[in-house]
């Protein structure tokens, strides 16, 4: 029998080190929009004490992870060393990004390989098409589920408790004048998605952006991640686009099922 992955595993609080909960919380507090926070900020942002906030950040640029002009704190590119540890160490990331290569080189397009986390979707590869200007997100880009065509593959895989649990919750915020607001209609979207097994999406979290994708399932069909195609809505019809992309994401999501 399979061991079940840590996320599925009841971690009871007394084997729970929450300085380093607090620390992971330190470094996600920095976003677009706070680029750079005082201790007071910090304390205020995740809950901890202004004394508390400061020594964390000055563990951080102690680290090299963070740095400082004596009142603001900024992340340092080293951070990204922990994103590079789980690139790293992963399987599935590193064997998917020649399937990628193989992919973008047939239809000379940017491709990518998705995953949910909680109700967001993560970059996790990608493959950039052989031009200047690619669409797309980088590995380590993280949007919301609901304005993504991964992240409504992998929503649409969703059992149907855990996706109405998300409908529920989620608050749809306009990233363009065309992203879906309605969860009615975002509910009768990710059916089609369910039915035909592919989505496509334009102008939901960028206007003239495309996307579309097909889910990467396992063994026993449960949806792992998501194959995606990122393309300006200007270089191609969206039926056009869909007729020669969907196939080829299919028949990858086919071959990589058979051993993950």
């Known amino acids: 029998m399979k061991k079940p992955a840590l996320t599925d595993i009841a971690v009871a609080p007394r084997d729970i080190i929450e300085g380093l909960v607090t620390g992971i919380a ?26 508390a906030a400061r020594r964390y950040l000055l563990t951080l640029v102690h680290t090299g992870m963070a740095a400082t002009d004596g009142r603001q704190f900024w992340l340092t590119p080293k951070v990204l060393t922990l994103g590079h540890s789980y690139l790293d160490s992963a399987r599935l990331p590193r064997a998917i990004v020649p399937y990628l290569q193989h992919l973008t080189a047939q239809l000379q397009e940017s491709t990518n390989y998705s995953v949910l986390d909680g109700d967001d979707v993560v ?14 997100f980088e590995p380590g880009t ?10 409504r593959v992998l929503l649409a895989g969703l059992p149907e408790s855990e996706l109405a649990a998300y409908l529920a919750r989620v608050e749809l915020v306009p990233y363009t004048h065309m992203t879906v607001l309605d969860k009615e209609v975002l509910r009768r979207e990710l059916d089609v998605i369910r039915e035909q097994g592919f989505g496509v999406t334009e102008n939901q979290y960028e206007v003239g952006l495309r996307g579309i994708s097909v889910p990467l399932k396992n063994r026993h069909g449960r949806p792992i991640g998501a194959l995606s195609v990122s393309m300006m809505i200007s270089s191609v019809s969206r039926a056009e686009a869909t007729a020669r992309c969907v196939p080829a994401l299919q028949a990858s999501a086919n071959t990589l099922m058979l051993w993950v």
């Open 26 to 51: 330190v470094i996600t507090a920095f976003n677009d929009e706070t680029a750079r926070l005082t201790p007071s900020l910090l304390a205020e942002r995740i809950g901890i004490s202004r004394s």
């Open 123 to 136: 970059y996790v590869s990608r493959v950039n098409a052989p031009r200047h200007l690619t669409p797309g």
């Open 142 to 151: 993280r949007l919301p589920a609901y304005t993504s065509t991964a992240g």
